[in-house]
């Protein structure tokens, strides 16, 4: 299955910090808000960043698609639950374009997504999610896993999950 999957601007870096978006394409079809895209590509590129190019090919791949919000429903959940931006732009793109979920690696936003019961995972699940349908290598595994978790600082009850599931189902070692 393909989940159609509002991204926000954290989770989208911290995949292509460790260019997980292609390889996770198979499972994800990743979509951002034009304000995802400013602050991810836009912003990056103006200070350099390397995550910020990688996302921008990703883009002209179609792995990513940019869709635009209602401006005014951003502002509106803004306002509601006290979030910047980029993440209410995520939220507002994942009602009004009926996507599947919404991927965010931020608390405050997984914790308005439970209480409002949107569907939610984060970079690190999506990551598990596809090694377990084996469209990660699984000699890249490892490498793949130990980028992400030093990257995205989880903490150590989900890093430990995460990783004892993906060593018991495939058989690897971590």
């Given amino acids: 299955m393909l989940y159609e999957t509002a991204v926000d601007a954290c989770t989208l870096i911290y995949l292509s910090k460790t260019k997980l978006i292609k390889p996770l394409t198979q499972s ?3 979509h951002a808000s034009n304000k995802v895209l400013e602050e991810t590509v836009k912003k990056g590129k103006e200070n350099l960043y390397k995550d910020a190019y990688y996302t921008e090919e ?3 791949k179609d792995n990513i698609k940019i869709l635009k919000e209602d401006n005014s429903k951003t502002k509106r959940i803004m306002e509601t639950f006290g979030i910047e931006e980029g993440e209410a732009s995520t ?3 994942y009602k009004q374009y009926n996507l599947d979920i ?3 690696d931020e608390n405050k936003v997984q914790n308005i997504c439970d209480a409002i019961s949107i569907p939610f995972t984060y970079a690190l699940a999506m990551f598990t999610h596809s090694c377990l349908d ?3 290598p699984k000699k890249s595994i490892s490498k793949y896993f130990w980028n992400l978790t030093k990257i995205g600082g989880y903490r150590l ?7 004892e599931v993906i060593e018991k189902s495939l058989e690897v070692k971590l």
């Fill in 28 to 30: 994800f079809q990743f």
């Fill in 58 to 60: 990703m883009i002209e």
């Fill in 91 to 93: 939220m507002t793109i």
């Fill in 102 to 104: 919404v991927a965010s």
């Fill in 134 to 136: 084996g469209e990660i």
């Fill in 157 to 163: 009850e989900i890093l430990n999950m995460n990783k």
